[in-house]
Nanobody
Framework: QVQPVESGGGLVQAGGSLRLSCAASGGTFRNRAMGWFRQAPGKEREFVAA????????IYPDSVKGRFTISRDNAQSTVFLQMISLKPEDMAVYYCAAASFGALGDRRSYYEEDRYTYWGQGTQVTVSS
């Protein structure tokens, strides 16, 4: 079992940066792909980024590509989300999730919430305009 715990959220001005961390306690972090999702008020949760178990494949939707970077440190059982050039529309609760798989050939599969088994409680990111 893996228990993700997010940190690093906060208030930032538009154009600013934040780095989120997700510490995943439990035994099988290094064998799992990890993902970040976000949910804004009144909206459905959406995929933000994912990384395979080795860190060799990263996936982003067009909305964050070039601004967000996901990375992982398997020795520390931690995954990171570096966010730059933040926009007001990035404001949301950000969730870290541990996948049921290590890597998949179909990159679109990383977008699917039901492929992620363990979820954190979320961390709030607020972007002021």
């Amino acid at each position: 079992q893996v228990q993700p715990v997010e940190s690093g959220g906060g208030l930032v001005q538009a154009g600013g940066s934040l780095r989120l961390s997700c510490a995943a306690s439990g035994g099988t972090f290094r064998n799992r792909a990890m993902g970040w999702f976000r949910q804004a008020p009144g909206k459905e949760r959406e995929f933000v980024a994912a990384i395979d178990w080795r860190g060799g494949t990263t996936i982003y939707p067009d909305s964050v590509k070039g601004r967000f970077t996901i990375s992982r440190d398997n020795a520390q059982s931690t995954v990171f989300l570096q966010m730059i050039s933040l926009k007001p529309e990035d404001m949301a609760v950000y969730y870290c999730a541990a996948a049921s798989f290590g890597a998949l050939g179909d990159r679109r599969s990383y977008y699917e919430e039901d492929r992620y088994t363990y979820w954190g409680q979320g961390t709030q990111v607020t972007v002021s305009s």
